[in-house]
């Protein structure tokens, strides 16, 4: 499509981002694609460590927060927009802007919404993360489910894993454990894991509801 719109006008098309609840806020640079310029004059803008709220450096990813300086009849102060971005490394851009700039990635501006992270013993927890770490493991069938539970004062998060293979699920102790380690090791707290015989959890034939919360 914007392919076809620059063939018909004979110009440049470039992208303009925003949200509903500030407007647009930023703007594809001509000069350097994939970096957006954040709109500094009608607006302040923050990226900040979701788990925290202090800054990241350049080059870093942060949750997108805005005070637009022009909105009358709903103001809003430092509003937390739950887009994941990642702030460009250069200061200053090859167009000669020095705006705070947005850089483009493999899953576009926005890298995820926060509001499908789930914070468990103070730490952030991104369930696309832990499928990706799952979906390598050999034996893994069709389907998983990640459960956060309550243990006494505890949050717990427990993977269901369907194995693909019909054997006894205690030849598949040292993977557990090997599998425990990784999730561990990439993301910073225990996860338990549960092997399922195949065939066992629902299949969805719509939306998937792999994640439940039990807390």
């Not at 694609?33 to 800054?55: M, S, T």
């Not at 450096?57 to 005070?67: D, I, M, N, R, S």
């Not at 019909?166 to 102790?173: M, V």
Request: aromatic share 8%; proline share 4%.
């Amino acid at each position: 499509m914007k392919k076809k719109i620059e063939e018909l006008w004979g110009a440049r098309q470039k992208e303009r981002i925003g949200s509903t609840e500030t407007g647009g806020f930023a703007f594809e640079c001509p000069e350097s694609p994939g970096i957006y310029h954040i709109q500094e004059g009608f607006l302040i803008a923050e990226l900040v460590n979701p788990a925290n709220d202090q800054r990241v450096e350049p080059g870093e990813e942060g949750e997108l927060v805005l005070t637009p300086l022009y909105r009358n009849g709903m103001p809003l102060l430092r509003f937390k927009t739950g887009n994941l971005v990642k702030s460009a490394k250069e200061a200053r851009c090859r167009c000669g802007r020095n705006y705070l700039s947005l850089e483009e990635t493999d899953h576009g501006i926005v890298i995820r919404r926060l509001d499908k992270l789930l914070k468990i013993r103070g730490v952030l927890i991104d369930p696309i993360a832990i499928e990706n770490i799952v979906r390598q493991f050999e034996w893994f069938g069709e389907e998983y489910r990640i459960l956060f539970e309550k243990k006494g004062e505890m949050d717990e998060i427990r993977v269901q894993i369907e194995l693909k293979d019909q054997k006894e699920l205690k030849e598949f102790e040292k993977a557990r454990l090997n599998l425990m380690e990784e999730l561990k090791r990439k993301l910073m707290v225990r996860i338990d894991v549960e092997f399922i015989p195949f065939g066992k959890l629902a299949r969805f034939e719509e939306k998937a509801k792999r994640i439940i919360d039990l807390r």
